[in-house]
């Protein structure tokens, strides 16, 4: 119904922002990862928006991205995750964590989420498998069982998501578990 919302920012309590669109103002709950990327007050921000009807309200939610706005519309499709445990968990993690953690299946990594229990968070990955996965995240080069153990031991080892990343692409496609970590382990090391 409303898509898309461009105006100017009059006022920013997190999670919620004031927009003044020609004189009508919208009040849109938005994730923290909006939230620390918005212009000052009295400045003109666009907002990709999903709006949610219920029984007892009418609720805009506001994201900078597309990516964002595509994360949130899947965690609300699943059973026991409403428009503000969603916005919980994108606010906990970004888009690009989040596809990895489905990817990788580490339900670890979203029980970090404040109000995310172990339950939820493999339902999340039960659910979410295949539709966030790597194609919305930055891991698109994971292509092989091998190159998925190997990223999770580089992470296990305490490199960050960008190092083990670029050591995961500069190996070859082929190349096995064992022998694979310890070229990125080499690169990683330079």
Same mark, same amino acid.
């Given at each position: 119904? %409303?898509?898309? /919302?461009?105006?100017?920012?009059?006022? $920013?309590?997190?999670?919620?922002? +004031? +927009?003044?669109?020609?004189?009508?103002?919208?009040?849109?709950?938005?994730?923290?990862?909006?939230?620390?990327?918005?212009? *000052?007050?009295?400045?003109?921000?666009? +907002?990709?928006?999903?709006?949610?009807?219920?029984?007892?309200?009418?609720? =805009?939610?506001?994201?900078?991205?597309?990516?964002?706005?595509?994360?949130?519309?899947?965690?609300? $499709?699943?059973?026991? !995750?409403?428009?503000?445990?969603?916005?919980?968990?994108?606010?906990?993690?970004?888009?690009?964590?989040?596809?990895? *953690?489905?990817? =990788?299946?580490?339900?670890?990594?979203?029980?970090?989420?404040?109000? %995310?229990?172990?339950?939820?968070?493999?339902? /999340? =990955?039960?659910?979410?498998?295949? $539709? +966030?996965?790597?194609?919305?995240?930055?891991? *698109?080069? !994971?292509?092989?069982?091998?190159?998925?153990?190997?990223?999770? *031991?580089?992470?296990? =080892?305490?490199?960050?998501?960008?190092?083990?990343?670029?050591? /995961? $692409?500069?190996?070859?496609?082929?190349?096995? !578990?064992?022998?694979?970590?310890?070229?990125?382990?080499?690169?990683?090391?330079?």
């Amino acid at each position: 119904m %409303i898509g898309k /919302l461009t105006g100017t920012l009059l006022e $920013k309590n997190p999670p919620e922002v +004031l +927009l003044d669109c020609h004189g009508v103002g919208y009040e849109v709950n938005v994730p923290m990862s909006t939230f620390y990327n918005l212009p *000052a007050v009295g400045e003109r921000v666009s +907002l990709l928006t999903q709006f949610i009807v219920r029984e007892d309200a009418q609720l =805009l939610y506001g994201f900078a991205t597309q990516p964002e706005r595509q994360a949130f519309r899947e965690l609300i $499709k699943i059973s026991g !995750v409403g428009p503000r445990t969603a916005l919980s968990i994108l606010s906990g993690m970004g888009v690009g964590d989040l596809a990895q *953690a489905i990817t =990788l299946q580490e339900a670890g990594r979203l029980v970090k989420v404040p109000g %995310i229990g172990k339950k939820t968070a493999e339902r /999340l =990955l039960l659910e979410l498998k295949g $539709k +966030l996965g790597a194609d919305m995240g930055a891991h *698109a080069q !994971v292509t092989s069982d091998a190159q998925v153990d190997i990223l999770q *031991a580089l992470l296990a =080892l305490g490199y960050n998501d960008k190092e083990a990343a670029a050591a /995961l $692409k500069a190996l070859p496609p082929d190349v096995g !578990v064992s022998d694979g970590i310890k070229l990125a382990l080499k690169a990683l090391a330079k």
